[in-house]
């Protein structure tokens, strides 16, 4: 079971400096909390760490091999939950599925796998224009998992969700930690902090240890200051 | 607070005013780009006609053929409208061809002189640009044509002489009589244009045709400026709306309010340039009488209720259109297709007499003809209502659909 | 045949997305139902300009048959008979004509006084304003005058230098050879042979609108593409280069079916193999084009407010309504100029694929240089 390493991560935006100098480390069935305040680089962290943006500086290793430089292993290791639900209306969720996983792994995950976890299958032929919150929250998350990754970054995974699948999605996620999975959550909820194994306050570009004991009024006051 | 109209009409055009530096540029790039378009159709070289370049290939090492070219150069009519170009390889015509500099060439096959003595030739071969048959290149065409069937007629007739020479042992002191009757045709086809006897009227109530263009690439300028548009007015999400409607704010004061702003960009932008345009052009004293002509018929007033009816036309494309793909592929075709039927790429006189008509009622056609009539000095009032008529259906038209929007 | 098959369920899904939508199924049917209505409407033409006939004499035989001939002959110029001079006149004032020629009463007599050498108009042209088109005009008036006259010509040459005098062998031996052959032949640049009357004029512009519908539709996806980028976040960042490519080429060889349908019905079509062969290599271009503007421009708002420029651009420069021979370099950087030129030149084809490798080439640097692999920044 391998770790991840962060270290030295940088971003800019033209000549806006968003990610300094982050660096921390995560081990399997750890669920690192990332915190901080509208704007921090929350977001910025997790694409850049994705792949999805392409880095300044530093490196992103995985039992010792960094990731910013292999995007094949990246792809197969990493998974991304973005914040929005980032899906095509006029597709059906069966469509959004076969886009992403190969057809063996489809197979198995909508038989007794993840995405039968998730509920996915409840909805396979709804087209997304028609489809819920939650419902999309699925989806995203079941097309994240098509690598079947060993990482799984998340952006504020629960927004918008009703409580109960809130549950049902926080249980998934207990699981796959309990699993040895990695996961790294930016978050403010107080459900999903609890979910955390560990923290990680991201300020002027930079992460600290951040000690969370359920004190909100506290983590707010440490984010502005 | 309860969003009023003036609320949402002043959020509107804050919204569209930050496109307004971006259009005002387009704008300018639009009417100068139309200007140039419209110049290269009416233009007048120093000789006073536009010229057609032919290039000719052929030996021209054969006396008659250089005497030919001479005459075709010098002495022809149509030297004023059709510059001829000698080339002694195809290959240097072909690729002038390609390069644009050539409307088309004509080949003359070896021996042709001889060959038409003896009474049995290979035609000459025109060649013509690849491009698709416009106007002139059809126009071209046609003259060539005309020019096959003067000397296809010619040619019998000299042969005929030859043949009664021959028959009737006839000889003449200038030469052979088919050389002499050919002289007297070539002699009458060069002065042709004598034949004519032309009176000029002069305009009187009608449009010259740069006048005509002027109108026409008004209106098309305003149909193309719709599609600019697209990124504040396509594909707009409908939950603003719904929150507006719960707050008594109905789809036909909405679609009021976008129209408005709508309105006050394009008019802001259009009126805006062309006045500051035509200032200049007053000033520097370029253009000839046409920017005094435009400043004190009140063309630019006219164009208000233009831009007004085919704002709203344009408005109700976006609104019928639920996404950006279909606004604007709807807003092209609109564009091109009134553009087209209405006289605003071709004059309305090239159709038949049923599109004629039909384009004339459009709102495109309806437009040309009521700026048209600015600078005729005509009232318009009928095309005034009109114009009017289809903003009010148009705006109706877009409520509607909006409200079926809203309730979705 | 696993990248093959994946490839074809990208195809399939993203193609999906666009036929998912009623409003782009109304702009494909919309485009052959637009074309056939003009097709139909325009299959009597009009004319580039329109002369009126008028006879000073209406029993005049010689008058009578050149005015046939004007009339009847199918043509770019649009001829109105008229039973009078007068009446002639007033359609030129009143504007619903261009120009009108007026055949006197005594046509044949002044042929004879010309043939002896007698300087006299034989046709008076009442205009108001004289242009260009009025001019070239002119020629069709010769060629239908130009048979009496040749043969008023021939007869005072027969009488004159060849002393006959029976109009009877005059008659013989003008007529004793007619080739019944043109003089001048037409072909394009490849040797094709073309008919100059073989389409409506007002029809030939329909497919270089066509082609600017295509090419506007590659823009309109590169603007969109901001939009949906984000739904492909989790594609590896080698393969979202080429992602924008695919998804405007999808949605123009969607609009190229709709095209060929309309070309299909307007009777434009002369080869469908040619045709199939240019349109895919055209659609393969825009996308191309589409993606290096986007990636240029950056932002839709600034590729929307490009659109009209490339529109007015593609009207003014390609040859759809003027073929215009200035401005090579820039007419060259537009894909549909190449196009619509290939359509009958086998050079111009060659070109268009390059123009195709070199924009597809020069985008994927762009996107590299840019950055724009990442959704949601162009």
Known sequence: MESIEVRNVQKKYRRKTVLRDVTFSAGPGECIGILGGNGSGKSTLLKTLAGVLRPDGGSFTLGGADLFRDDKRRAAAVGYVPQGTPLLRELTAMDHLRLWYRPEALRRGLNGGVLEMLGVTGFLKTPVGKMSEGMKKRLSIGCALASNPRVLLLDEPSAALDLVCKANILDYFCMYRNRGGILLIATHDPQELELCTGYRLLRDGVTEPYEYRGDLRRLSEDMKS | ?408 | MLHFRSLLCWWGLLNKRLLKRPGFWAVLLAVPVLVLVLTLAASRNGGVVRIAVGLEEPQSPAARQVAQRLTERESVLETVLCESADEARTLVETGRADGAWLLPADLEERFDRLSAGEAVPLVTMVVQEDNVLLQLSREKLFAALYPDLSYALFAGFAESELQERSEEEIRKYYGIIQRNSRFIEFAYSDGSPVDPMESSFLVTPVRGILALLILVGALVSAMYFAQEAEAFVWMRRRKRFLLPFLCHLILTLDLAVAVLAALGLSGLVSSWPRELGSMALYCTACAGFAEVLRNILGKPRRLGAALPLVLLAGLALCPIFLNVRRFRMVQVLLPTFLYLYGIRSGEFILYLAGYTVLSWALGLILARIRGTEEPGEA
């Open chain 2, 1 to 408: 607070m309860r969003p009023g109209f003036w609320p949402y009409l002043i959020l509107r055009l804050q919204r569209v005013g930050k496109l307004f530096l971006p259009l005002l540029l387009v704008a300018a790039l639009l009417m100068t780009g139309i200007g140039w378009f419209g110049v290269s159709l009416v233009r007048q070289d120093e000789a006073g006609a536009q010229r057609v370049e032919i290039g000719v290939v052929g030996d021209f090492e054969d006396s008659i053929l250089r005497m030919g070219m001479f005459a075709l150069r010098n002495l022809d009519s149509s030297r004023f409208s059709i510059e001829f170009v000698q080339f002694s390889e195809e290959s240097e015509a072909k690729s002038q061809l390609r390069a644009g500099k050539l409307n088309g060439y004509v080949k003359i096959p070896e021996h042709f002189v001889e060959d038409v003595y003896r009474g049995s030739f290979q035609p000459l071969t025109y060649v013509t640009a690849p491009g698709a048959q416009g106007v002139g290149t059809a126009l071209t065409d046609e003259v060539i044509a005309s020019v096959s069937e003067l000397l296809s007629v010619s040619e019998d007739a000299v042969y005929g002489a030859e043949q009664y020479a021959r028959d009737h042992g006839v000889m003449l002191e200038e030469g052979s009589a088919g050389d002499v009757l050919a002289m007297r045709f070539l002699e009458q086809i060069l002065r042709r244009d004598e034949l004519l006897q032309v009176e000029i009227l002069g305009i009187g109530d009608g449009l010259s045709l740069s006048e005509y263009f002027l109108c026409s690439f008004f209106v098309m300028f305003l149909l193309l400026w719709g599609v600019s548009a697209s990124p504040v007015f396509a594909g707009q999400d409908m939950e603003l709306g719904r929150l507006l409607k719960c707050r008594g704010l109905g789809s036909l004061r909405q679609i009021l309010a976008e129209y408005l702003s709508y309105l006050c960009l394009m008019l802001s932008t259009v009126l805006c340039l062309c006045l500051i345009l035509l200032l200049i052009l007053r000033g520097l004293d370029l253009g000839g009488d046409i920017p005094a002509r435009l400043l004190e018929s009140g063309f630019l007033l006219r164009a208000v209720p233009v831009g007004m009816a085919l704002g709203a036309l344009q408005i109700l494309l976006y609104e019928c259109a639920n996404g950006m793909l279909q606004g604007v592929l709807l807003q092209f075709l609109a564009a091109v297709s009134l553009g087209y039927v209405c006289g605003c790429l071709y004059p309305v006189g090239f159709f038949p007499e049923l599109l004629q008509q039909i384009g004339n009622i459009l709102p495109a056609g309806l437009a040309r003809q009521y700026l048209s009539a600015a600078l005729s000095g005509q009232s318009g009032g009928w095309l005034l209502l009109g114009l009017a008529g289809y903003g009010l259906v148009f705006l109706a038209l877009s409520a509607g659909i909006r409200k079926h929007r809203l309730a979705e």
